[in-house]
């Protein structure tokens, strides 16, 4: 004999991915907490945990790349920030982030090829070009740090550290001819 139920039939997979989306949300917004609390190894758990629900949340793999970061382990930085290029290589926030780390190991060739990347696919990224104008000032790329810290000013006219740090290049260089306007529109 078949028994029948008075009880709606439910979806159990919808469900379970309802209830994960909502725990990967609960999960991200405590590891954000803690992140902002200097608690970093319960923010790194709480990002690792996301990770293992969803191996495929961009998200969670930048924010545990700049949580590594942090902590100064650039290595599991720019592994988290490969790992995110990978899954959505069009995201120039990843090429940026993972680009200052390499800068920070002092792997410039690294750096300068990500942040060209991040400013290639997005050609407003200032936060880009500030810190390839910082590589390159760090290579004694002079003129080419002037012309990003340049672009810098075009598009944040009230940046005080491009205008500082541009004029130090200019002033330690004894550069008299430089143009000091920004940008033509």
Avoid: W
Avoid at 79 to 88: E, F, R
Avoid at 114 to 125: G, S
């Amino acid at each position: 004999m078949e028994q029948t139920s008075n009880f709606p039939s439910l979806d159990y997979h919808q469900v379970l991915t309802e209830f994960d989306r909502n725990l990967v949300d609960t999960y991200y917004q405590r590891g954000r907490t803690n992140l902002k609390l200097k608690n970093y190894s319960a923010a790194l758990q709480d990002f690792s945990t996301i990770l293992e629900i969803d191996p495929q949340n961009v998200k969670a793999h930048l924010i545990r790349g700049y949580t590594y970061g942090e902590i100064k382990d650039f290595n599991q930085e720019i592994a988290n920030y490969t790992q995110a290029i990978a899954l959505n290589p069009k995201l120039a926030k990843a090429y940026r982030s993972r680009g200052f780390a390499y800068g920070i190991l002092q792997q410039y060739d690294q750096a300068i090829a990500d942040l060209n990347q991040a400013i290639e696919l997005d050609p407003n990224y200032v936060q880009a070009y500030f810190n390839l104008a910082c590589i390159h000032h760090l290579l004694g790329q002079h003129h080419l740090a002037i012309v990003d810290f340049t672009k810098v000013i075009y598009f944040e006219s009230q940046n005080t550290q491009a205008y500082y740090r541009r004029g130090n290049i200019i002033i330690t260089l004894k550069i008299i001819n430089v143009p000091l306007t920004i940008l033509p529109r």
